[in-house]
């Protein structure tokens, strides 16, 4: 063939149905691959403090695609493997992650430019992989609009459906665990790669067939992880250092929230079951006889005789065990992570003694706050013992359990004589800024409140209130029953704290509305120290999107900038875009209390309501659109006190569907900008993530929706101003 043959030039383009399905599929990996990598780097501190910002590598890649010459279709041909790679050489470096963890180890002696520094590091990290998902996205979209005849609606609408696929995806989490997630999402794109091309398919048959056998390989998951995880104190490996010998690992395996392990330990006449989920150690078993600790000198006086008990976060089933051993009543044991309960009651039954299936105890799998919220029970005892004291320092909350509502709804719940008690190792508050927190927020709801601590220095506390509805007579046999305590255990002293160490004038409960704060991120960050890391954060964002920006204005054809307008509608169509599906996530947190799910659920509605909206809307009714869809987010704003998934459902929808539309029409309408709308969108993403992040934080959720939906106005106002003639007819440059 003569060098000019087009055939040998350049392969025929794949059918728009076989794109279609790649793009989809691309999607969707890159998302799963993203999430995956997400769940790991939650083992350490505050994740979404850096991984969203990351964002700001899209246009770097958009960049360093258009540098690349040749026709878009051939571009984003040569960028699948090169992604690839690049993921590939991610998972890598996500292994040496625990080398760089500083902060784990010395927990409470942190300060923001620790912070800095481990964000840096792990944003370098993570920068290649979101460099090259960027240029392969923008290539996509080039690509698409040839492949599907300029149809930029369908191209932009198959990329949020295959994201919303790759959140769907990661649910397999439970049962495949994170390793085979990164394996199935780097599969994916060999998946994509034969779709495209006719070329290489031995190579790719081989490549599929290598990854087939990592993911059938039994000890993938465990191998991984086993290099993945660290051995700072409290960790596994920590604990098999210190016990050697007397260690032996029963069970390891991903659950529906974290990475979930027993651990025997065996020491002389003791034998002692440890839980840990992340690799931190959360709870103990003791088998045999009755541990002897603090917790069960100090609440087994108080639940003597109590006819119904609830236990959050029974975990192996110590409180379980501590009832039984003085009650025979009705005892529901709840923990949040599933596996537990799996492995507790299954493989592991004969180790853990059988406890949970004891008569009278009932096992709930899920959250206690959503379970109490639907009964209409009354409970002699509720147990809540260092329940999510660790992770993420409550930046990023598992659960809403530890606010001002919650609390109240569980002394509501109390009979007459019935006690809350909660306790925890001081290790978690060692300036008992949590201790005054709890006390003084259930007083608020009229519980008399006690408290004990146990070592010198103490080591451990435990706060115990009365119903608010006990008589006098009850409470003076709980008064009784405090002189009954042991004043020792393990030759380390047991004491009554003194009302001026628990209760002060200086208090502002943790309200649902601001339950950031409600861990022992006070005893590290203050309110003060937030704002810092924000400021850092925020100075370090703009001098790089300053740079990224005049490195793509160089790249112009024709030179000079864009319309100014356009620039700024981009810059708002990327916050607008992150901040609204932030909205939906924290709305449905509010009312289902478990941050993860609501994540799943917020993120794939928003981004299948988005998808469909590309779709459905077209420039001639994308005007009428947004009018309509001022109505919900205008009386929302009217009506701040309305909460709860289908309130922002109402709200949102025709907002969420106009959200969807905006970008590809931009993107289509200024042919010779797309490369600053695919940056600015990118970079308008960053900063919405930034104030997606921290302003909850240190302002509140209803703050934040107040501020995403006056961008989501402004955002609206700027399209109808900016896009009446341009917006009127399709550009097909």
Not at 240 to 269: C, H
Not at 486 to 492: F, M
Not at 537 to 558: D, M, N, S, W
């Amino acid at each position: 063939m003569s060098e000019q043959d087009p055939i040998s030039q350049h392969p025929a383009p794949p059918t728009a149905l076989r794109f279609s399905l790649a793009l989809f599929v691309l999607s969707m990996a890159v998302v799963l691959f993203s999430l995956s990598l997400f769940r790991l780097i939650s083992f350490f501190i505050m994740p979404s403090l850096f991984f969203d910002l990351l964002l700001v590598c899209f246009p770097i890649g958009a960049a360093l695609a258009v540098w690349w010459k040749g026709e878009p279709s051939r571009r984003f041909g040569l960028a699948l493997p090169l992604l690839q790679l690049v993921m590939v050489v991610t998972v890598v470096a996500t292994l040496l992650l625990k080398h760089v963890d500083f902060m784990r180890g010395g927990l409470f002696n942190v300060d923001t430019t620790s912070i800095m520094i481990q964000v840096a590091i792990f944003s370098a990290i993570y920068a290649p992989f979101f460099v090259a998902y960027g240029a392969t996205e923008y290539l996509g979209y080039l690509t698409g609009r040839e492949v599907l005849k300029h149809r930029m609606n369908g191209v932009y609408a198959l990329v949020l459906f295959g994201a919303a696929g790759g959140f769907v995806v990661s649910l397999l989490q439970e049962s495949v665990g994170v390793a085979r997630l990164l394996v199935l999402s780097i599969g994916m794109l060999t998946a994509v790669k034969l779709a495209l091309s006719p070329r290489w398919r031995v190579l790719r048959g081989l490549e599929a067939l290598a990854l087939i056998a990592v993911l059938a390989y039994p000890g993938t998951s465990r191998d991984f992880m086993l290099a993945f995880k660290s051995s700072k104190p409290n960790s596994a490996a920590h604990y098999k250092a210190i016990y050697g010998d007397s260690v032996r690992s029963l069970y390891e395996g991903w659950g529906r929230y974290s990475y979930f392990e027993v651990m025997k330990i065996e020491t002389g006449e003791d034998s002692v079951l440890w839980g840990f989920y992340n690799d931190m150690n959360q709870w103990g078993y003791r088998q045999g006889t009755l541990d002897p600790g603090f917790r069960e000198t100090v609440l087994q006086p108080f639940v003597t005789d109590s006819r119904n008990i609830v236990i959050i976060g029974s975990g192996g089933g110590r409180d379980v065990k501590l009832v039984r051993s003085v009650s025979g009543g009705k005892i529901v044991a709840m923990d949040v992570e599933p596996a537990v309960f799996r492995v507790t009651r299954g493989l592991l039954r004969e180790e853990f003694e059988d406890v949970y299936s004891q008569p009278g105890v009932e096992v709930i799998a899920g959250d206690a706050r959503t379970y109490l919220e639907k009964s209409s029970e009354k409970y002699d005892a509720i147990f809540f013992w260092s329940v999510g004291g660790y992770p993420q320092l409550m930046l990023e909350p598992g659960n809403m359990i530890r606010t001002k509502e919650a609390l109240g709804g569980f002394v509501r719940h109390l009979s007459p004589n019935g006690v809350f008690c909660m306790g925890y190792d001081r290790e978690l508050d060692p300036q008992k800024v949590l201790l005054r927190q709890y006390a003084m927020t259930l007083q608020m709801h009229g519980a008399k409140v006690v408290a004990f601590e146990h070592g010198t220095p103490p080591v451990e506390f435990c706060l115990i209130a009365y119903s608010p509805d006990a008589d006098p007579a009850q409470l003076a046999h709980w008064k009784q029953v405090e002189s009954t305590v042991g004043r020792k255990v393990h030759g380390n002293p047991i004491r009554k704290m003194r009302d001026e160490e628990l209760f002060s004038t200086d208090f502002s409960p943790v309200t649902d509305d601001r339950p950031y704060l409600a861990g022992n991120i006070a005893s590290i960050l203050s309110i003060k120290n937030v704002r810092t890391l924000f400021y850092q954060i925020g100075a370090a964002l703009v001098l790089v999107c300053v740079v990224i920006y005049f490195l793509i204005l160089a790249e112009r054809k024709g030179g000079g900038a864009p319309n100014f307008r356009v620039q700024f509608l981009a810059l708002l169509l990327g916050a607008n875009f992150l901040m609204l599906e932030h909205i939906c996530v924290l709305e449905i947190f509010r009312k289902q209390y478990i941050y993860y799910d609501a994540i799943i659920v917020g993120v794939v509605a928003f981004l299948t309501i988005t998808g469909l909206g590309s779709l459905l809307i077209n420039n001639r009714t994308l005007r009428w659109a947004i009018l309509l869809s001022w109505i919900g987010p205008v009386i929302w704003l009217l009506q701040l006190n309305a909460t709860g998934a289908a309130v922002t459902f109402a709200a949102m929808f025709l907002a969420t569907l106009v959200t969807g539309n905006m970008f590809p029409a931009v993107f289509e309408a200024h042919p010779q900008d797309r490369l600053h709308i695919f940056a600015l969108d990118a970079i308008g993403a960053a900063g919405g993530a930034m104030i997606s992040f921290f302003m909850p934080i240190l302002y509140g959720m209803t703050a934040f929706r107040v501020v995403a939906l006056a961008v989501f106005l402004l955002t609206t106002v700027v399209m109808l101003l900016v896009g009446p003639r341009a917006l009127g007819k399709q550009a097909v440059s």
